[in-house]
Each structure stands twice: as C-alpha cells, then as structure tokens.
C-alpha cells in the first residue's frame, strides 16, 4: 500500500533530484565545435597578459608578456607532396592541427581622435558579416577592420564613404595605429609590422616586411634555403615541429640570404619551404623595432617594441608626447590559432608620466630599467562573433549606454564579455533550450505544489 | 518601463519575502503569533501574486522580447521571473486548497517549510539578476557562481535531463493521485472489525 506520508517522501525526493540534475547539468548540451559554421571555442575563454611602458625623450617602449604552452612560430609552407609543390596556406578554424598558424600580438593605439575607441576598443572595428563569422560566406575574405564613421551605413561593409570624406577624416586624425608583432613575418627581423586602421585594415606606408614565395605560373617556389648557408635547401615536413619549437634557424626565409629556387634539384616528399620571404621594410612600415629579443622561453613569450615618439608620419603613426593619454587595446593569438580565434583586451589607458590605467614611466637613456617600470596585469578573453552593428543595434540591451557613452567596462568585465560572445556564436540554439527549460520549470513547479498539496489534504486513517 | 518595473517589483518582492517568512515560522510554530500571521497569509500570497504579475508584464515591456532573449543575463531573469511568479501563485493555490490542513502534522510542516525556503531562495536569485540588469550587480551572485551557477550564462539543460523532467513531472502527480486513491480505497479504523 502507497503511504501518504511515503507519496510525499518520493514526490519531494524526485523533486529535488530533478532540480538537481538540471544544476548539475545546466549549460551543457548546445555549445560544441563546428567547423562547418566555423566556430571553435577555446578551452580557455581568458588568458593574462603583462604590460609595461616607458618612454625617454624619443622613443617609447612596449614590454609584452604572455604564456603559451610552446612557440609558434611557422606559417604558411609550401610543401613537396605527389611530386609538385602545393601550398599549404589556410586559415584554420579554431587550433591548427599541425601548428602552421604563427604566434602574434597586436596593439590598436589612440589618442583620443577616434572617442569610441576609448570606451569600446576593438569593438568599434568589427563590421557586421566579417570574415571567418558563421555565414558570412565564400567572399568575405576581404571584409576585415574598418571605423564606423568610414561607412555611410556602419552596418554596411559596402557602403564606403567618398575619398574626399576619408581624407579630411585621416588629416583629422581618424585613424587606429597597429602595431603588429609576428613571430615568423616580423620577429625574425626584429620588426614589428606597423600598420593602421581606417576605412580598412592597412599596411603603412613602405617596403612590405614580406613577399609571397609563391609562384603561382610555374607552381613551384621562388626561393629556397641557401645550402651553402646552412647545409638545406628546404625543411623537412617530419621536422616541423621541432624547428617550430626550436625557433632558432631554419624556419623562414630572409631575402638577403635565401637563393633562387632550383626547380632541377632533387626534391623529396615531404620537402617544405616558407611560403613567405622576409625583407627589410622601410619607411613609415619599419617604425617599431622588437628591443632586444622577441623569446619565448619557459612558458612565456616576452616582447618589447619599441618606436619613435613622432615617426614623421602623422597620417599613419599616432604622434605620443610626455604627459599625454593615450588609448590601446591588446589582442594575442597563440596555440596556432589564426583570424578571429584570438584573445583580446578591453581598452585601457596608458599615460605617458601622467595618471590614467597605466602610467609609462619616464627614463634617461638608452633603455629602460623594467624592474623600476610599473606592470599592468590585463586579462584579455575570447570575443566570439560580436560585432559593432550588432553593439549599437536594438538587439542589444546595452545599445542605449553606447548612445549616450556608457564605457563597456562600466557594464562588462572580460570574463562575461567571453560567456557572451560564445553565446551570440549559438542564439538560435540556446534560446531554443532556454525556452524548453523554462516551460519544463513551470511545469515541474506546477506539478510539485499540486501534487503535495494534494497529498497534505489527505488524513491518513 | 524600467523605472516603473523596478518600483513595482518592490511590492511582490516585499510580499512573498514576508509570505515566506510567515511560512516557515508557521511551520516551527503552533503559537498564538503564528497561528496570526498565518491568518493572512493567503491575502499576502493573493497581492503579491497579483503585484507580482503586474510586474512581470512591466518587466516584460522594458526591452522588447527580441532584446531581452538576446542577453543572457535577461533570459535568466525572465526565466527566474516566470518560475518565481508561478511558484509563488501554487503556493498561493496550495494554502488556499488545503486550508489549516498544511500546518497538520510534522510531514506537512516539513513541506511547507520547505516551500517556504525555497521560494525566497528564488526570489533572491530573480532580484539578484533583476539589479544585475539594472547595472547593480550585488555579491549574491559570486555565491551563485560557488554554487555552480554563472549568471551571466544562460541557464538551460539538455534534450536528456528535459526528458527526465518531464517524467517527474509527470511521475509526481501521478504517484500523489495513486496515494489518494489508495487512502479513499482504506476503510477507517476500527471499521474492519464490524
């Protein structure tokens, strides 16, 4: 015989087991890699990031330091497969399997001509329908970086204003320095490549600080290791990952002392040769210097970079001076990760001897004594696919503390911002389950309070 | 609507954390003051079940839903919103349907207590979330987060455990009406002797 007292023991038992299970398992479920709709998540959402700046009369400097398990420090190979050389650039989604996706630390600076940078960082960069986001297509290789106030319609990649418009907008100072630190096309150099963000991600101006190995007609490369340089003519692909490790000699290709290719060499399967060839860049593309060494050592990559106060190329290099403020947003791609699978950092300021977030300390000299130089530890977090006309859009909640300047710190810190950036990657598929869980709660509610009320207005004998 | 939602939520929030406290009181208590505060416990539950919808359909109207169920954070207060109201009208309906009855004997104290403790802990989750959305976010939610629940993460589960909660849900009424019938199919004390 079913007790009452006994119904209500289970009834209350089977209750809480099932609040429960839905904790224990809550947010699980949807979120999975799918590189069909090029989504990848990163295990981790955050990583850290020290920060240091000091300046003299001339110069300033950028001391970076990061972990990451082991160095990247390959990119784009051509390989001898089948008897021809292929080339074996892409762009992965998510981690490359076999780490061809170089290390890279990038920097966006300010100061103060672009105010939403200020408060929103490298948000205001990010268009709508952007390369390697869910859907964005076949052709959308070409839709990168551009300022908001560069497009009639910001949400509008197309919708590029007139010259003249993007003109008086770089004379008025319209513009994002980047500064762009790669661990195969620059490092090697002791560059660091400068470029700038306007109407479109672009190169300063000057020598490139590389070339493609690739020639297209012939199929073959243009350029191989020197033998008489270092006993190879090319890399094997078995070595990859040690010389990817190593980062020592042997894993790119300078034009000064690479050769021609010689298409009558014996090649072997397996053979690899850098598709890109590293030159000595000039002009304003050759402003930022790496200082020392860019090492990755015990788990850490330490970076600094170093560059005129004024390079003389207002149009392209943001101008610093002593006691100024200035703007910068960080962002890191590590575990041969490449494109959007990358870590950034919401925008902090840095002032030059003057208080802001950061304060660069002033020295005499040749160098800076880091050791007297104060760090900013700075978390930096996956972005997921959000864009700028989604930010400013009616979908958005917070749109209304953009409209009137709201900075997204006030509202978002960096581990939220990550929750919802992969959360915006599946909004179809997690409002649908949020929407199943929120009936079957009501339901599960409903069903216990009915079901003891009935139970406690029973008497038993 | 914001600002309207938020002077309203005052009144449910204020009602059903009095109702709660009411109920677990009762539940300890057979004492003259319990036994008062029992006595309008109903109309408490009544207002701020009426107030308490009131302000749903305002929190409903500050955002429009496409906005709202875009942010995680206002899925999970509409979420914990929608459970609180309909877990404090069955309470409601509860008491109302079981009259005195709900205070007899140790089990059904037990549950009411229960009930009583749980709807405030819900309660305080919807605020929580609630002032989060409002941009004053308060420390309850890094004891959530020890708890296992991140509130900027939406809340959901999996096909597999709404299977399983279906059948609970379907379970515990069942086995409620089985016990009722079982107990109806009993002939009193003393009654098989005769």
Known sequence: ?461 | MGPYHAIMVHFPVALWTVAAGIIIFRGVSEGPLARAFDRVLVSLLFIGAATGLIAYVLGQLVWSPDTLQATPLGRNHMMAATWSLFYWAAVLFLRWRTGERAWEGAINRLIMVVLGALGAGLLAITGTLGGHLHGAPAYLSEILRMLGLDVYQTYYVPNGVLAVLAIVIVAMPALAIAAARELAATPPHGEAGK
């Open chain 1, 1 to 461: 015989m079913l007790r009452r007292r006994t119904a209500i023991l289970v009834v209350t038992g089977l209750f809480f087991a099932a609040l429960l299970l839905s904790l224990l398992t809550h947010s699980t479920g949807v979120v999975r890699n799918d590189p069909a709709r090029n989504i990848w998540i990163p295990a981790e959402l955050t990583m850290p990031l020290q920060l240091q700046v000091a300046f003299n009369d001339t110069q300033i400097y950028f001391r970076y330091r990061w972990p990451a398990r082991e160095p990247h420090v390959l990119t784009d190979l051509l390989r001898y497969s089948d008897g021809k050389w292929q080339r074996q650039l892409r762009t992965p989604i998510g981690s490359d399997p076999e780490g061809i996706a170089e290390d890279r630390l990038a920097m966006m600076l300010d100061d103060g001509s672009v105010p939403e940078f200020q408060r929103y960082g490298g948000y205001i960069t990010v268009g709508a329908n952007m390369r390697d986001f869910t859907g964005s297509g076949a052709d959308a290789a070409h839709r990168r970086k551009y300022l908001p106030a560069t497009r009639k319609d910001p949400g509008d990649w197309y919708s590029i204003a007139d010259a003249a418009t993007l003109d008086a907008q770089r004379r008025a100072g319209y513009f994002l320095d980047l500064w762009h630190w790669r661990a195969h096309l620059s490092n090697p150099l002791g560059r660091s490549d400068d470029q700038h963000v306007a109407w479109y991600r672009l190169y300063d101006s000057g020598e490139t600080l590389f070339f493609s190995n690739w020639d297209a007609d012939k199929g073959q490369p243009r350029w191989m290791f020197d033998p008489e340089h270092g006993g190879v003519r090319a890399l094997r692909w078995e070595d990859v990952p040690a010389a990817r490790a190593n980062a020592k000699e042997h894993y790119y290709l300078r034009e000064d002392v690479a050769v021609p290719f010689d298409p009558d060499h014996e090649w072997r399967e397996g053979d690899a040769i850098p598709g890109q060839v590293l030159r000595e860049a000039g002009d304003s593309r050759a402003e930022i210097r790496v200082h020392g060494q860019g090492r990755w050592a015990d788990g850490y990559w330490d970076v600094t970079l170093v560059r005129a106060l004024d390079t003389g190329h207002p149009l392209e290099d943001k101008v610093l001076r002593d006691q100024g403020v200035y703007t910068v947003a960080l962002s890191v791609h590590r575990d041969a990760r490449a494109s959007r699978w990358h870590y950034v950092s919401l925008p902090l300021q840095v002032g030059l001897a003057r208080e802001a977030d950061l304060v660069a300390t002033r020295f005499t000299g040749n160098a800076p004594d880091w050791t007297t130089v104060e760090t900013r530890d700075i978390t930096l977090f996956y972005p997921g696919q959000v864009s700028w006309p989604h930010l400013t859009g009616a979908r958005h909640a917070g749109s209304r503390y953009i409209a009137k300047g709201v900075p997204v710190k006030y509202r978002h810190k960096e581990s939220q911002l990550a929750r919802y950036g992969i959360e915006m990657e599946f909004d179809r598929e997690i409002r649908r389950q949020w929407w199943l869980t929120l009936v079957a709660g009501v339901l599960l509610i409903v069903s216990f309070v009915f079901s003891v009320g009935r139970l406690c207005r029973l008497r038993e004998g």
